[in-house]
């Protein structure tokens, strides 16, 4: 830990004490000296090939981490940000033991490239490569400090180039929003590798757009100045604590190397550029500084250079000794291990209840359960409650603080539940309207959410369900009508789940707001309040469903018909026909893609001989397409006639009723199949 660290109570004056310079520059130099070991290594081949360079970001990193207390406020800093890391207290061992690719228990063990920090001890949850998904993200936390009422403030950290990312003025406009306790520091160097502040950010400089969000502070420092920077860091931080709102800090500083080991800045840069670079180093700068100050001797400060010097030796020596990480373990950590609470009651006899409706009283029941479940996303709250009205009314019943709206913008629904997953203190339950507006959060929910415990080696994990409506049958056109399955499920981390009626998509809901790993939960437009099929008795509060469990719909001996979602109801109706004519048909339900129920689908194979693969999206590189392949490989010397294939045409699904038709499954073009197949 800092020996310097101040709180929250201490005032401006003690930046300036001697002593407190003193570590400050102990700090700075630090960081220099471990970039410059690392450019070392990477020359010498040990181990690593990559080194992004950190020199002229020393000073903001070290001062930043100094408003912080470690361990109880949150981090999340971009890949620049080593001085701050090691500032609040990381150990330098264990950076470079990232930057060597060695196993360690912080900064993902060898999963991630070096400088993606990971921190448990120091709430430094795990960065990815990346750039601005961390605004988002940080956002989140500041909420769910804000819900709880915690005495913490947020710091998010970028360079000028992440903010043109969208997430970053998503972010702030959330956090303007609900006044979160949030400080922004975007460390501008001019440079977004080769491209300039110009050709980045109208007016060169973002601080003038943040200033544009009411109830957002912008502060321009120069950060390569130490009462400059230190007075705006205080301003910013102080705001946070009071609960005054988000501050964006922007600091000036120089990129005095090349964006990575694998750039060359003079293809870009001028000989004038590299100059003027070099004489704003902060290091030499800020020591100049501390000499002019008469606040150490020229001595004085190379003895802390040398005791820095030391102490980079050693931790790059001992960062070396340490072992590969084991090869047998890298499958570890795609998912946290759950087992879903054991059911303790049968159906309920009583009346059928529609699909809508038994989603609603899952997540009412688990709600009742666990006070950390929240609801949130776009138009959820209040009487409308989605606008499927499967939330309808959970606001009056549990708060405004577990069921609440947010904007229109997916990446911030997403960018939020991953942030309050990660405090640990919320499991949160977020919608997208509709799967076909998913795209602009995929960014979020695949390079981020899907791979958390995976690439922090099982340090941290975002218990995090997304709900959306997808599907089509319901005259949609091509926004309306999507079928995303495979999308997700092709996507290592994500749990992906298609209830197809209402006793199991109860079940299901409450398994995965319950489980600890990243869920997508599917559910089709046309099934919300079908009755025929869809309709069941109401499970008990205690039955659960655990996921990679498929159903047996049908018992049939000639032909295995493998579907899930809207397909099984249609499956089940083409069986009941076909029964009539002799053939005997064997539905099996999925129910979940992720995990994948094999030993159900190899049974009822290895039993009919004779298999159909029934899917309503497009079959091209589908679930059927995947399946059809797990089935060759296991069971081909069982299989009778070749696998059949059902799916839609490769198209969009258009808005006309006869369109739409020509493109999807129907009941006729499914029986015809069955036919054939029966008949081969």
């Known amino acids: 830990m800092p020996s310097s660290l101040l709180s929250p109570a201490d005032s401006l004056d003690s930046c300036f004490s001697p002593s407190f310079i003193r570590d400050c520059f102990s700090s700075v130099m630090l960081a220099r000296l471990a970039n410059e070991k690392m450019g070392k290594l990477v020359l010498q081949n040990k181990g690593s090939s990559f080194l992004l360079d950190t020199k002229g970001h020393e000073l903001i990193g070290t001062l930043a981490a100094k408003f912080l207390i470690p361990g109880k406020d949150w981090a999340f800093p971009y890949y620049r940000d080593r001085s701050f890391v090691l500032s609040l207290g990381c150990s330098l061992e264990e950076i470079f033991a990232s930057f060597l690719a060695k196993k360690s228990h912080s900064h993902s063990s060898g999963r991630m490239m070096p400088d993606h920090y990971s921190d448990l001890r120091l709430r430094i949850p795990v960065q990815s490569s990346v750039v601005g998904s961390q605004f988002l993200q940080a956002v989140g936390m500041a909420q769910a400090i804000l819900f709880e009422g915690r005495k913490e403030i947020v710091y998010v950290s970028s360079g000028e180039g992440g903010t043109s990312q969208g997430d970053f003025h998503e972010a702030l406009n959330y956090a303007a929003l609900h006044a979160l306790p949030l400080v922004f520091v975007i460390q501008d160097n001019g440079w977004a590798i080769s491209v300039t502040s110009e050709e980045q950010t109208t007016g060169g400089c973002i601080g003038a757009i943040a200033s544009g969000y009411p109830g957002v502070a912008s502060i321009v420092v120069d950060g390569t100045n130490?009462?400059?920077?230190?007075?705006?860091?205080?301003?910013?931080?102080?705001?946070?604590?009071?609960?005054?709102?988000?501050?964006?800090?922007?600091?000036?500083?120089?990129?005095?190397?090349?964006?990575?080991?694998?750039?060359?800045?003079?293809?870009?840069?001028?000989?004038?550029?590299?100059?003027?670079?070099?004489?704003?180093?902060?290091?030499?700068?800020?020591?100049?500084?501390?000499?002019?100050?008469?606040?150490?001797?020229?001595?004085?400060?190379?003895?802390?250079?040398?005791?820095?010097?030391?102490?980079?030796?050693?931790?790059a020596s001992q960062a070396e000794a340490l072992s590969e990480p084991d090869v047998h373990t890298v499958g570890a950590h795609l998912f946290s291990p759950y087992t879903p609470p054991a059911s303790s009651s049968s159906l309920s006899e009583g009346e059928p209840i529609v699909m809508v409706d038994a989603i609603r009283e899952g997540l009412v029941e688990e709600m009742e359960k666990d006070s950390?479940?929240?609801?949130?996303?776009?138009?959820?709250?209040?009487?409308?409650?989605?606008?499927?009205?499967?939330?309808?009314?959970?606001?009056?019943?549990?708060?405004?603080?577990?069921?609440?709206?947010?904007?229109?913008?997916?990446?911030?629904?997403?960018?939020?539940?991953?942030?309050?997953?990660?405090?640990?203190?919320?499991?949160?339950?977020?919608?997208?309207?509709?799967?076909?507006?998913?795209?602009?959060?995929?960014?979020?929910?695949?390079?981020?959410?899907?791979?958390?415990?995976?690439?922090?080696?099982?340090?941290?994990?975002?218990?995090?369900?997304?709900?959306?409506?997808?599907?089509?049958?319901?005259?949609?056109?091509?926004?309306?009508?999507?079928?995303?399955?495979?999308?997700?499920?092709?996507?290592?981390?994500?749990?992906?789940?298609?209830?197809?009626?209402?006793?199991?998509?109860?079940?299901?809901?409450?398994?995965?707001?319950?489980?600890p790993n990243p869920v997508i939960f599917l559910e089709h437009k046309a099934l919300y309040r079908q009755r025929a099929f869809a309709a069941r008795p109401e499970p008990g509060k205690e039955e659960y469903l655990p996921f990679g469990k498929a159903a047996c719909v049908k018992s049939g001996t000639?032909?295995?018909?493998?579907?899930?979602?809207?397909?099984?109801?249609?499956?089940?109706?083409?069986?009941?026909?076909?029964?009539?004519?002799?053939?005997?048909?064997?539905?099996?339900?999925?129910?979940?893609?992720?995990?994948?129920?094999?030993?159900?689908?190899?049974?009822?194979?290895?039993?009919?001989?004779?298999?159909?693969?029934?899917?309503?999206?497009?079959?091209?590189?589908?679930?059927?397409?995947?399946?059809?392949?797990?089935?060759?490989?296991?069971?081909?010397?069982?299989?009778?006639?070749?696998?059949?294939?059902?799916?839609?045409?490769?198209?969009?699904?258009?808005?006309?009723k006869s369109l739409e038709r020509a493109v999807l499954p129907?009941?006729?073009s499914i029986e015809q199949k069955l036919r054939d197949l029966y008949r081969y």
């Open 226 to 315: 130490y009462p400059d920077t230190i007075e705006g860091l205080h301003r910013a931080t102080r705001r946070a604590r009071c609960l005054e709102g988000p501050t964006v800090l922007v600091a000036k500083i120089p990129r005095i190397g090349p964006h990575s080991s694998s750039d060359d800045p003079q293809k870009y840069k001028t000989e004038q550029d590299l100059q003027e670079d070099q004489a704003r180093d902060p290091v030499a700068l800020f020591r100049s500084w501390i000499q002019t100050e008469g606040i150490a001797s020229g001595r004085e400060l190379e003895e802390i250079e040398r005791k820095a010097h030391d102490l980079v030796e050693t931790a």
């Open 372 to 515: 950390s479940i929240v609801l949130f996303g776009q138009d959820v709250a209040g009487g409308k409650g989605g606008v499927f009205g499967v939330t309808r009314d959970m606001t009056k019943r549990f708060g405004k603080e577990r069921c609440f709206n947010t904007p229109l913008a997916e990446s911030t629904i997403v960018g939020l539940a991953i942030g309050m997953g990660l405090s640990g203190a919320f499991r949160p339950v977020a919608e997208i309207q509709f799967c076909d507006y998913s795209w602009t959060a995929m960014n979020q929910i695949m390079n981020e959410l899907a791979s958390i415990h995976y690439r922090s080696a099982g340090v941290w994990s975002a218990p995090v369900t997304i709900r959306m409506p997808y599907g089509a049958y319901i005259q949609g056109g091509p926004y309306h009508s999507q079928r995303v399955e495979a999308f997700f499920a092709h996507c290592p981390g994500l749990k992906v789940v298609l209830p197809s009626n209402a006793a199991d998509a109860k079940r299901l809901i409450k398994t995965a707001v319950s489980d």
């Open 558 to 656: 000639d032909i295995s018909v493998i579907t899930y979602g809207m397909m099984t109801m249609f499956a089940e109706e083409v069986a009941k026909t076909l029964e009539k004519e002799g053939i005997s048909i064997e539905v099996i339900d999925l129910r979940t893609l992720v995990p994948l129920d094999q030993e159900t689908i190899s049974s009822s194979v290895r039993k009919t001989g004779k298999v159909c693969l029934l899917q309503e999206a497009s079959l091209f590189l589908g679930i059927g397409a995947e399946i059809a392949a797990q089935i060759a490989e296991r069971d081909f010397s069982y299989l009778d006639a070749p696998i059949c294939r059902i799916g839609a045409e490769g198209l969009p699904v258009p808005y006309a």
């Open 666 to 668: 129907s009941k006729e």
